[in-house]
């Protein structure tokens, strides 16, 4: 009796899968950047808030100007009354 070949036995192993991108996933990506977007223009828009009525109390003090050329310049820059 002759004996058989041998014939290799191969081992293939599978790794874990990985889980995937679900809707929830996805979902949850999106709030989680809108979120940080609304936060982000809540904090610009307080600040510009903040430094316009900053500016506008600065003009407000401002001493009345005595002299003609600096009554013509403030003339210039006043809003015109109705």
């Known amino acids: 009796m002759q004996p058989s070949p041998l014939t290799p036995l191969v081992v293939r192993i599978v ?25 982000g223009s809540l904090v610009f828009g307080v600040l510009l808030g903040v430094v316009l009525v900053g500016i506008k109390k600065l003009r407000e003090n401002r001493p009345v100007p005595t002299h003609a050329s600096e009554d013509f310049y403030a003339a210039l820059h006043e809003p015109p009354r109705h």
């Not at 899968?17 to 989680?32: E, H, K, R, W, Y």
């Open 15 to 39: 790794e874990e899968p990985t889980p995937g991108t679900g809707v929830v996933d996805v979902l949850l990506g999106v709030l989680g950047l809108t979120g940080v977007l609304i936060a």
